[in-house]
């Protein structure tokens, strides 16, 4: 299973790091994305990258602020996001494909969410 956290509230302009750590198998050969879902909209993909560290793509509206990246060692991968913006406020889920679609259609696991607010 996949665990997500570190959600909160932040200013707009502050940042946040979300950690996606996987349990009961190894992220080893997944692609884990992440996704994010705001009241009223659909889910959309946020980013995503390989377990060796390649990243799969970035949504243009958030390119420059986050980052995605892995520890393998911890079986985690984080979503460094900064420059935070109220638009994006959602709740932020991870997922994991055994495969590199990077496709919500496509991940195998998913994890429950966690909530960010970005509110002054």
């Known amino acids: 299973q996949l665990q997500a956290s570190g959600g909160g509230l932040v200013q707009p302009g502050g940042s946040l790091r979300l950690s996606c750590a996987a349990s009961?198998?190894?992220?080893?050969?997944?692609?884990i994305g992440w996704f994010r879902q705001a009241p009223g909209k659909e889910r959309e993909g946020v980013s995503c990258?390989?377990?060796?560290?390649?990243?799969?793509y970035y949504a243009r509206f958030v390119k420059g602020r986050f980052t995605i990246s892995t520890d393998n060692a911890k079986n985690t991968v984080y979503l460094q996001m900064n420059s935070l913006k109220p638009e994006d406020a959602a709740v932020y889920y991870c997922?994991?494909?055994?495969?590199?679609?990077?496709?919500?259609?496509?991940?195998?696991?998913w994890g429950k969410g966690t909530q960010v607010t970005v509110s002054s």
């Open positions: 997922a994991a494909e055994y495969g590199t679609s990077c496709l919500e259609s496509g991940m195998d696991y």
């Open positions: 990258m390989t377990s060796s560290g390649i990243v799969l």
């Open positions: 009961g198998f190894t992220l080893d050969r997944y692609a």
